[in-house]
């Protein structure tokens, strides 16, 4: 059955992918976004609120005019580990009392189903492996805090208001609509995959790698890439999930497999057909050594499928978008 869904961040990275995958499945997205870090060309034609969750009018306002809402799906916040260190106050504030906010006025509309953008960074270090949700939560920066801060206070918001909640923690989100028409666009930006394009595209930006002597199979970083649009279908199903379940859950979002820094531009390099021009330089600080996901319980729970499994295919939709960026 369709749904209206409110869906806070829509005009970033991933809620763009978001409000598109929404309309494909037939539902009906809003998009509430203060345009900090998100772009209005992402939504196209779809509903637009320019507001911010901080204002609590203005959230107030887009629930009385174009609620009632089925759902919402929240992925508004700061995301960058480096700035949450030099600015804790303002991450805390951004992502934990707007969420408050959120919450609130959700709580007064009678909305009682969240769907949350939360993060691998909510493990700090990791102790296994593959990291399972059983696996301890010990967020190293503020970021990764702030996430963890809220996934607790859904928890409590279950148990004390009847919330109904999914918090999906992303490993590392990369790729863009194979249509080549919405994608990843940070001001500045930090994430690897655009970076490593950006090197492809310019034969004068050099990639810097960030380590080359960590304890991994070729001394470079190992993370679980994982597709925007496998990541929007999680969401999907995390709103029909639901349905059925009360309580608040988590699950984490990946593929699985591990790619390093180097097997990353070799992807890059097999998919541009051009050379990556980089540089070896010292580790990036809080960069743990390997970050990969199990995501046993979103397959088994969810009916989570990710459709992009090989990083080629991944970087290939990234490609299409950067080669003809819009924004
Ligand atoms: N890297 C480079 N050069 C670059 C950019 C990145 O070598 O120009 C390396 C990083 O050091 C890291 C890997 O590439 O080893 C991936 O870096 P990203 O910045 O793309 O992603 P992160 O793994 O650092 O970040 C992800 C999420 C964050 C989350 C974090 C948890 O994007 O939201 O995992 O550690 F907080």
Request: aromatic fraction near 8%.
């Amino acid at each position: 059955t369709s749904v209206k869904v409110l869906v806070c961040g829509g005009a970033g990275y991933i809620g763009s992918h978001m409000v598109r995958a929404l309309s494909r499945s037939g539902h009906e997205a809003v998009t509430f976004d203060n345009l900090v870090t998100g772009h209005r060309e992402a939504v196209g034609d779809s509903a637009f609120i320019l507001g911010d969750l901080l204002n609590t009018h203005e959230i107030e306002a887009a629930f009385a005019s174009h609620g009632p809402f089925d759902a919402v799906i929240h992925l508004s916040a700061l995301s960058l580990v480096g700035e949450s260190v030099a600015d804790p106050c303002r991450y805390y504030l951004n992502n934990v009392t707007g969420t408050l906010n959120l919450l609130g006025t959700m709580k007064a509309a009678g909305v009682t189903r969240l769907v949350f953008s939360s993060t691998a960074a909510v493990f700090g270090h990791p102790r296994a492996d593959l990291i399972d949700e059983d696996h301890p939560t010990a967020p190293i920066n503020p970021y990764g805090s702030s996430k963890l801060m809220v996934e607790r206070i859904l928890a409590d918001a279950a148990v004390a208001y009847g919330l109904r909640s999914v918090s999906l923690r992303y490993f590392n989100a990369a790729g863009a609509s194979p249509e080549g028409d919405i994608g990843e666009s940070h001001q500045p930006e930090t994430h690897l995959v655009p970076n490593v394009l950006r090197s492809a595209m310019a034969g004068d930006s050099r990639l810097k790698v960030f380590g080359a002597d960590y304890a991994t199979r070729d001394g470079t970083c190992v993370r679980d890439y994982v597709h925007v649009d496998d990541l929007a279908a999680a969401h999907l199903q995390s709103l029909a999930f639901l349905d059925k379940n009360p309580g608040a859950h988590a699950f984490n979002l990946g593929n699985g497999q591990g790619f390093s820094v180097l097997e990353v531009i070799e992807a890059a390099q097999r998919v541009t057909g051009k050379t990556i021009a980089r540089d070896m330089v010292d580790r990036r600080p809080g960069d743990p050594a390997v970050l990969v996901a199990s995501s046993a319980r979103a397959r088994a729970q969810l009916g989570w499928s990710p459709v992009y499994t090989r990083i080629d295919d991944i970087i290939e939709t990234a490609w299409r978008w950067h080669t003809q960026q819009r924004y």
